[in-house]
């Protein structure tokens, strides 16, 4: 396994649609391996192949407190999607920002896993948020369009918190 380096906004390949998989060989599982140990390093709930610079329909999730429920989406498809949820949303491509972004509260998706197997699954408020953005990257988009008044420095974002329970 190994890191790899995560590719940052104004990057164009962050702008690309990724192409679909159509076998897992052994560089894919590879692929994953070192995703995983990317968006782990990089303390991260999930992060798309593009973001590495692999223009492929993979992405990784884990949205334990202990990261240790990893999930892997081969051409992910979000099936359904219903109510609304509202937060702050950062993105290992955009260091150091985040912006308050709209939601859905539910969402069942269908992929493949690394077997190329095929399973649905069902998210709910972070795991749909993570899903719903990472999804985005397989089509080369970033959070930042949907960011309503757009980003913020998280040192001040944290900084607000901070100030909030203090009072």
């Not at 937060?87 to 260091?95: A, D, F, H, M, R």
């Amino acid at each position: 396994m190994a890191l790899r380096t995560i590719r940052v906004i104004g990057d164009p390949i962050l702008e690309k649609k990724a192409k679909e998989v159509k076998e897992v060989t052994l560089r894919t599982k590879e692929l994953i391996r070192d995703m995983l140990e990317t968006m782990y390093d990089a303390n991260g709930v999930g992060l798309a192949a593009p973001q590495v610079g692999i223009l492929k329909r993979i992405v990784v999730i884990d949205v334990s407190p202990e990261q240790n429920d990893p999930h892997v989406f081969i051409n992910p498809v979000i099936e359904e999607s219903t109510g609304e949820q509202e937060g702050y949303e950062g993105c290992l491509s955009v260091p150091g920002k985040s912006g308050w972004v709209k939601r859905p509260q539910y969402v069942r998706a269908k992929a493949y896993d690394e077997d190329m197997k095929p399973f649905e699954i069902e998210g709910t408020d972070l795991f749909a948020r993570a899903m719903c953005h990472e999804f985005d990257h397989l089509e080369g988009k970033l959070y930042v369009g949907l960011a309503e008044d757009g980003l913020v420095d998280n040192e001040e974002l944290y900084k607000d918190e901070e100030d909030a329970k203090e009072n």
